[in-house]
């Protein structure tokens, strides 16, 4: 069983609609949770981090953080193309460990 | 604020050959993190490290990778000999003391082929 893992992809929506990533994490001991994203060629950076049950807003992003069920979640509302990229689950316990990422893609 | 600096950006090398690769993370973050990122995979933790100490290594091939990081700040990364399986991208990330956000910042990272 992988540490972290994500919902395959690719994932394609339409310009405008709701794109939902989904993670499940195997340690119970972990304690924050990072969202990050990934542009194709560039390194992963920090969009969402979490670290208490129920959901978190930023802005178009919201994160949601299940930890009897070991889940995590992100939702993007009114996706651009701009958003399409690789998004990147991390849990953190004692390690900072990632999922294998699942690429989003937003068709204008 | 300077960002986490690696060295090379990218490296090209024979298989079995040795290389190095070298990390400064910002300045006052204690842990600092080694990933490898092979095309279409997440970053695979290779070692993590607080401040001096080691907190986990248990994913990196000992017997031809190792670490260390120098008075708890800069940090270097070396393949001795070289895999054809090795080509990635070796990133490197630091994250302020425990107790405060933990979010890992990256460098840009090092492209390692190996021919």
């Known amino acids: 069983q992988k540490e972290v893992e994500q919902n395959s992809g690719p994932l394609s929506v339409p310009e405008g609609a709701i794109a939902s990533l989904n993670c499940t994490y195997s340690d119970r001991g972990s304690q924050s949770f990072f969202w990050y994203r990934q542009y194709s060629g560039k390194s992963p950076e920090l969009i969402m981090f979490?670290?208490?049950?129920g959901d978190k807003e930023d802005g178009r992003f919201t994160a949601q953080l299940n930890k009897a069920s070991q889940y995590v979640s992100l939702l993007i509302r009114d996706s651009q193309p701009s958003d399409s990229a690789t998004y990147l689950c991390a849990a953190q316990g004692g390690k900072l460990i990632f999922g294998q990422g699942t690429e989003l893609s937003v068709k204008p | 604020e300077a960002g986490v600096a690696q060295s090379p950006r990218y490296k090209i090398i024979e298989k079995r050959q040795s290389v190095a690769f070298w990390c400064n993370p910002i300045s006052g973050h204690a842990t600092l993190y080694w990933y490898q990122q092979i095309l279409g995979q997440g970053p695979k933790l290779l070692i993590q490290f607080q401040n001096n100490g080691v907190v986990d290594d248990s994913q990196l091939p000992k017997d031809r990778f190792s670490a260390e990081r120098l008075k708890g700040v800069d940090s270097t990364l070396k393949i001795q000999p070289a895999k054809l399986e090795d080509s990635a991208v070796y990133l490197c990330?630091?994250?302020?003391?425990?107790?405060?956000?933990?979010?890992?910042?990256f460098g840009q990272g090092t492209r390692l082929t190996v021919v």
């Open positions: 990330a630091s994250s302020p003391p425990v107790g405060g956000l933990t979010e890992a910042f």
């Open positions: 979490i670290y208490s049950n």
